[in-house]
C-alpha cells in the first residue's frame, strides 16, 4: 500500500535512508551522506504533502517524494517540456533487505500515475553520476538523460538529469 506519510513515519523513512547510504557506500557509491538526505527535507516534504510511502503488512519498507517545486539546481537543464508543468522525484528508497522485490518500481508507477492524473506534462528527477543501476533503472522506465547538475555537499560528481514525458 502506498499513502501519504505521517510525521510518525519520519523517524523509520531516516532508518531506511541511512541503510541505503551505507549500502551505497559498501558499493563505492557515495550518493547520500550525513548532509542528504536530512530529517529537516523530509519535514518539509511531509508539510508540502508531496512524501509518500509504501508498507507490507504495516511495515515501512520504502518511501518517494512526487514534488511540484523545481529546484534552483534544475534551471540550466533544457528540458523536453516547458518549466511549470512537471513533478520532481526525489528522496525514493526501499530498505535494502528488500530490494530487487519490486518496490520501486511500484513507487515509481505510483508517481508517475499521480503526476498523469494531476495534469501534469513531466516527470522529472536526477540520479547520481556514479549509480549504474540506477540509471538503467530510469533509462528502462523510459526517462531521458538530458544534463548534469552538481550537489557539492554530496559529491564532486555530477548528477544527471532525466525526463520523462507523460
Known sequence: ??????????????????????????????????????????????????LYITEVEGKLVGAIVVSTFMDQEYVPIEWLTPNGNSTYIHRICVDPN????????????????????????????????QNKRNQRFYEQRGYQKLGDIFFPKQSSHPFHCYELVL
Not at 563505492?28 to 542528504?36: L, V
Open 98 to 129: 528488500l530490494q530487487g522485490k519490486g518496490y520501486a518500481q511500484k513507487l515509481m508507477d505510483f508517481a508517475e500515475e499521480l503526476s498523469k492524473h494531476k495534469g501534469f506534462t513531466s516527470v522529472r528527477l536526477d540520479t547520481f553520476s
Open 1 to 50: 500500500m502506498i499513502r501519504l506519510a505521517k510525521i510518525s513515519d519520519i523517524d523509520g523513512i531516516l532508518e531506511i535512508t541511512r541503510a541505503c547510504a551505507a549500502k551505497m557506500e559498501s558499493e563505492g557509491i557515495y550518493q547520500w551522506n550525513e548532509h542528504y538526505p536530512s530529517k529537516q527535507a523530509f519535514l518539509k516534504d511531509l508539510e508540502r504533502d508531496e
